[in-house]
C-alpha cells in the first residue's frame, strides 16, 4: 500500500507510529525555515511539518511543492506543540515529523482553491469541475447520497426485494418527456431510447413472477433544462405485485422514517398526511410544494368577476385565473424597487405582469391600480385575502397554469427572503391521486402525465 492511514484518520492515540500519508497540498507555510505543509484527501486534513533536520532531498521537495500537487508524506506522529493545536481540525493535536516526501503529481497554477471561502461562478467550477469536486461541500454531498442509497437498499433487501439493474437501450413507449433517441448501427433507420423510466422492463419482472423488485435506477428526459428539470437523473424504483395502495405506503413511509433518522437525526410520525394533486395546484400552486410554512394562493376569480379592470376582465373572459397570495406585515418591507424585483421574477415564471396591492392603515388598497378596482371588487378581494392594514398582496391573473407557475415561484422566493420556516426542519406529505393525462401546448395532444401504466380510480 502506497499509504498506511488516511489524512483525517490520526489522532493522539498514533503517536510515535511511523506513517505514511497520501493526498493534495491544501497549504504550504515557510515558517522560519521550518515548513508545514497541510495535506489533504476526502477523509480530512494532516500537518506535514519538515524541519532543519530533514534530508536535504526531502527538504528540496517541501519547498517546491505547490497548492494541489500529490506528495506521499512518511513520517512519525508526533504532538504538536502546546498553543499550536487546530481545534477546528480532527487531527489538530498531532502532526506528522516528515522523513521521506515524494511528489506523486506535479499541478499548474488551479483556476481556484478549492477551500476558498470566495468561490468562482458555476461556469469556471464546471470547467474545472475536478477541482470543484475536491470541494468539502460537493464531497459531503456525495458521501451523503451514497449514505441514503446504502438505507434504501439495505431496507428493501431486508423485504426481500430484489435489484434488478435494467437495460438502458429499449423501444420508446409513451411517457411524460421526449426520448433520447440512439441510431442504430446494424438496422439502418432504427433507433433505440434511452429509458425515461424501467416501466417495461418492471412490468416483465412482475409477469415472471419477481413480485417484488427494487433499482437505484438512471433515467433520461430531452426535456428543456428548466430550474426543476435535469436531462439525466436518478430515481429510486419500486414495483410490487399482489399489494393495494396501502401496502406500497406502508413500505416507502418505514423506508422515509428510516433515513430522516439515520441522516437527520429527525422523527416523524406515521402514518404521513395526504393532499390530493388538485388540492396542492389550488393551495400552492405546485404538485410537490413546501408545506413548512403557510402563504397559501386564494383564489379570486369569483371576487374579481365584475371587474373593469382590464388585466382582471380579460383573464376571466378568456377561462383564466385571478389568484393572488398574501404576505402578512410586509407591506413596508417591500420597497418599490423590491416588487420589480418580484414583478420580474413573475415575468420569467410566463406572466404578463403582477398585480401588487398594500392595504394601508384606512383599511384601503394602495398600488399601481388600486384606483382601478373598484370599491366592491376591493372590498372582495380583502374579505378574501382576509387582508389587514401593513399586509401586502401579489395577484396573478393568467391561465390556471401561468398563475401556478408564477404564485408557486413567488411563495418560494418570499418563504425563504422572510425566514418563514426552519431550514432543518422537515414535513413530509403524500401527493395522490394524479392526473392520467396532460395537456401537450406545444403539440397540441394528450399525453400520459407519467405513463400509461398508471391504473385510474374505479
Given at each position: 500500500?502506497?499509504?498506511?492511514?488516511?489524512?483525517?484518520?490520526?489522532?493522539?492515540?498514533?503517536?510515535?507510529?511511523?506513517?505514511?500519508?497520501?493526498?493534495?497540498?491544501?497549504?504550504?507555510?515557510?515558517?522560519?525555515?521550518?515548513?508545514?505543509?497541510?495535506?489533504?484527501?476526502?477523509?480530512?486534513?494532516?500537518?506535514?511539518?519538515?524541519?532543519?533536520?530533514?534530508?536535504?532531498?526531502?527538504?528540496?521537495?517541501?519547498?517546491?511543492?505547490?497548492?494541489?500537487?500529490?506528495?506521499?508524506?512518511?513520517?512519525?506522529?508526533?504532538?504538536?506543540?502546546?498553543?499550536?493545536?487546530?481545534?477546528?481540525?480532527?487531527?489538530?493535536?498531532?502532526?506528522?515529523?516528515?522523513?521521506?516526501?515524494?511528489?506523486?503529481?506535479?499541478?499548474?497554477?488551479?483556476?481556484?482553491?478549492?477551500?476558498?471561502?470566495?468561490?468562482?461562478?458555476?461556469?469556471?467550477?464546471?470547467?474545472?469541475?475536478?477541482?470543484?469536486?475536491?470541494?468539502?461541500?460537493?464531497?459531503?454531498?456525495?458521501?451523503?447520497?451514497s449514505r441514503i442509497v446504502k438505507?434504501?437498499?439495505?431496507?428493501?433487501?431486508?423485504?426481500?426485494?430484489?435489484?434488478?439493474?435494467?437495460?438502458?437501450?429499449?423501444?420508446?413507449?409513451?411517457?411524460?418527456?421526449?426520448?433520447?433517441?440512439?441510431?442504430?448501427?446494424?438496422?439502418?433507420?432504427?433507433?433505440?431510447?434511452?429509458?425515461?423510466?424501467?416501466?417495461?422492463?418492471?412490468?416483465?419482472?412482475?409477469?415472471?413472477?419477481?413480485?417484488?423488485?427494487?433499482?437505484?435506477?438512471?433515467?433520461?428526459?430531452?426535456?428543456?433544462?428548466?430550474?426543476?428539470?435535469?436531462?439525466?437523473?436518478?430515481?429510486?424504483?419500486?414495483?410490487?405485485?399482489?399489494?393495494?395502495?396501502?401496502?406500497?405506503?406502508?413500505?416507502?413511509?418505514?423506508?422515509?422514517?428510516?433515513?430522516?433518522?439515520?441522516?437527520?437525526?429527525?422523527?416523524?410520525?406515521?402514518?404521513?398526511?395526504?393532499?390530493?394533486?388538485?388540492?396542492?395546484?389550488?393551495?400552492?400552486?405546485?404538485?410537490?410544494?413546501?408545506?413548512?410554512?403557510?402563504?397559501?394562493?386564494?383564489?379570486?376569480?369569483?371576487?374579481?368577476?365584475?371587474?373593469?379592470?382590464?388585466?382582471?376582465?380579460?383573464?376571466?373572459?378568456?377561462?383564466?385565473?385571478?389568484?393572488?397570495?398574501?404576505?402578512?406585515?410586509?407591506?413596508?418591507?417591500?420597497?418599490?424597487?423590491?416588487?420589480?424585483?418580484?414583478?420580474?421574477?413573475?415575468?420569467?415564471?410566463?406572466?404578463?405582469?403582477?398585480?401588487?396591492?398594500?392595504?394601508?392603515?384606512?383599511?384601503?388598497?394602495?398600488?399601481?391600480?388600486?384606483?382601478?378596482?373598484?370599491?366592491?371588487?376591493a372590498e372582495n378581494i380583502r374579505?378574501?385575502?382576509?387582508?389587514?392594514?401593513?399586509?401586502?398582496?401579489?395577484?396573478?391573473?393568467?391561465?390556471?397554469?401561468?398563475?401556478?407557475?408564477?404564485?408557486?415561484?413567488?411563495?418560494?422566493?418570499?418563504?425563504?427572503?422572510?425566514?418563514?420556516?426552519?431550514?432543518?426542519?422537515?414535513?413530509?406529505?403524500?401527493?395522490?391521486?394524479?392526473?392520467?393525462?396532460?395537456?401537450?401546448?406545444?403539440?397540441?395532444?394528450?399525453?400520459?402525465?407519467?405513463?400509461?401504466?398508471?391504473?385510474?380510480?374505479?
Open positions: 500500500m502506497l499509504r498506511t492511514h488516511t489524512c483525517g484518520e490520526l489522532r493522539p492515540n498514533h503517536l510515535e507510529e511511523n506513517v505514511t500519508l497520501c493526498g493534495w497540498v491544501d497549504r504550504v507555510r515557510d515558517h522560519k525555515g521550518v515548513i508545514f505543509i497541510d495535506l489533504r484527501d476526502r477523509w480530512g486534513k494532516a500537518q506535514i511539518v519538515i524541519g532543519p533536520d530533514a534530508p536535504p532531498d526531502v527538504m528540496e521537495r517541501a519547498r517546491a511543492a505547490r497548492s494541489e500537487w500529490v506528495l506521499s508524506a512518511t513520517g512519525r506522529v508526533g504532538r504538536r506543540p502546546e498553543g499550536t493545536t487546530n481545534p477546528k481540525l480532527l487531527t489538530g493535536e498531532i502532526e506528522v515529523v516528515c522523513s521521506n516526501l515524494e511528489i506523486l503529481n506535479e499541478a499548474d497554477t488551479p483556476a481556484f482553491q478549492p477551500g476558498a471561502k470566495e468561490l468562482p461562478g458555476e461556469e469556471v467550477r464546471l470547467k474545472n469541475r475536478w477541482l470543484d469536486l475536491r470541494r468539502t461541500d460537493m464531497q459531503n454531498n456525495l458521501l451523503l447520497r438505507i434504501m437498499r439495505d431496507h428493501f433487501d431486508e423485504l426481500g426485494f430484489i435489484d434488478v439493474e435494467t437495460p438502458m437501450l429499449g423501444r420508446s413507449t409513451p411517457e411524460g418527456a421526449r426520448d433520447y433517441l440512439v441510431p442504430s448501427r446494424l438496422d439502418h433507420g432504427a433507433f433505440f431510447a434511452l429509458p425515461q423510466s424501467p416501466q417495461l422492463y418492471k412490468q416483465l419482472l412482475m409477469i415472471a413472477g419477481f413480485d417484488r423488485y427494487v433499482q437505484v435506477a438512471k433515467c433520461f428526459r430531452d426535456e428543456d433544462l428548466r430550474a426543476d428539470r435535469q436531462p439525466e437523473f436518478t430515481q429510486l424504483d419500486v414495483e410490487m405485485s399482489f399489494v393495494d395502495a396501502n401496502d406500497v405506503t406502508s413500505v416507502i413511509e418505514d423506508l422515509v422514517v428510516k433515513t430522516a433518522k439515520k441522516i437527520l437525526d429527525v422523527d416523524i410520525s406515521l402514518p404521513l398526511p395526504q393532499l390530493t394533486w388538485a388540492e396542492c395546484m389550488d393551495r400552492y400552486g405546485h404538485d410537490a410544494p413546501d408545506l413548512r410554512f403557510g402563504l397559501e394562493i386564494i383564489d379570486l376569480t369569483e371576487d374579481t368577476k365584475e371587474s373593469d379592470f382590464r388585466v382582471f376582465k380579460g383573464a376571466v373572459e378568456s377561462g383564466g385565473k385571478v389568484r393572488g397570495i398574501l404576505v402578512s406585515g410586509a407591506a413596508e418591507k417591500f420597497s418599490r424597487k423590491d416588487l420589480d424585483v418580484l414583478t420580474a421574477m413573475a415575468v420569467d415564471a410566463g406572466a404578463k405582469g403582477l398585480v401588487w396591492l398594500k392595504l394601508d392603515a384606512s383599511g384601503s388598497w394602495t398600488g399601481p391600480v388600486a384606483k382601478n378596482l373598484g370599491s366592491v371588487v374579505t378574501s385575502l382576509d387582508a389587514k392594514p401593513g399586509d401586502l398582496a401579489l395577484i396573478s391573473a393568467d391561465s390556471f397554469d401561468v398563475t401556478c407557475k408564477t404564485l408557486h415561484t413567488l411563495r418560494k422566493h418570499l418563504g425563504k427572503k422572510l425566514n418563514m420556516y426552519d431550514e432543518s426542519s422537515m414535513h413530509v406529505s403524500w401527493v395522490v391521486d394524479f392526473p392520467m393525462f396532460a395537456h401537450d401546448e406545444e403539440s397540441g395532444n394528450w399525453a400520459a402525465m407519467h405513463h400509461p401504466f398508471t391504473a385510474p380510480h374505479p
